[in-house]
């Protein structure tokens, strides 16, 4: 799971480099931004829920403001390994766990020249995982959704073929708003158990990335 996340992700920087090789095409962005009614594009850069999901986006693009919605989901492994002593010696035991996170975004730029902008918008992040085992044994479905707001700085080049690159160099993040949901699955409920559960989805801050790319296609 993780190799096949790191090819596509690789795939996407290469590309990405390809698109910044060709920024002489792009010395009127603005003027090209705004011959353009809708584009299709992707996600990606130094960001979680970007590296996890890599999403699409949707975009209304204009001279002095771009409009547009993302969307994308994907699911991240991890593993874990703990040794415990029994019988005389010491054995160990790894558990692997899939997290499903999905990214939903409004999402705004407002341009100060041809390229250079500030990105905003509100984030709907959410991170799911089923049959989470606590130390007790009992297992749960942890749910986990955050809304915030995004603010950051980046350029962004609309190439006379069509084609566009943007680059936010800092993105950060201000909650607004998280919900918990825990549902168990197996074993005996103990307030000990459940609190744990919740306490693995409420360990989170606002998320926050830099070097986040988004190219693709105008019309």
């Not at 690789?10 to 002489?24: R, T």
């Not at 792009?26 to 009614?37: L, P, V, W």
């Not at 949707?58 to 415990?84: A, I, K, M």
């Not at 459940?194 to 989170?204: N, P």
Request: glycine share 12%; charged share 15%; proline share 1%.
């Amino acid at each position: 799971m993780i190799r096949g996340i790191m090819i596509r992700k690789l795939s996407i920087l290469c590309l990405s480099i390809l698109f910044c090789g060709s920024v002489a095409w792009a010395a009127d962005s603005a003027g090209n931004r705004k011959d353009q009614t809708v584009r299709l594009g992707m996600k990606t850069g130094l960001h979680v829920f970007y590296l996890v999901s890599t999403p699409f986006v949707l975009e209304f693009p204009g001279e002095d403001f771009t409009f547009g919605l993302v969307y994308g989901s994907g699911d991240l492994t991890t593993t874990q390994t703990s040794t415990t002593y029994s019988g005389g010696g010491y054995s160990s035991v790894t558990v692997t766990d899939t997290w499903k996170f999905t990214t939903s975004e409004l999402t705004g730029r407002y341009y100060i020249g041809n390229s250079f902008n500030i990105p905003f918008g509100v984030a709907m992040y959410n991170i799911h995982k089923d049959d989470w085992m606590y130390t007790d044994g009992t297992t749960w479905d942890l749910d986990y959704k955050m809304t915030q707001l995004n603010l950051g700085i980046g350029n962004e080049w609309t190439y006379d073929w069509g084609g566009y690159l943007g680059i936010d160099w800092f993105q950060g993040g201000s909650k607004l708003s998280d919900k918990v949901s825990v549902k168990q699955k197996s074993g005996s409920v103990s307030s000990t158990s459940k609190t744990g559960a919740e306490k693995e989805s409420t360990d989170i801050s606002a998320f926050a990335g830099v070097l986040i790319f988004t190219f693709g296609f105008g019309f």
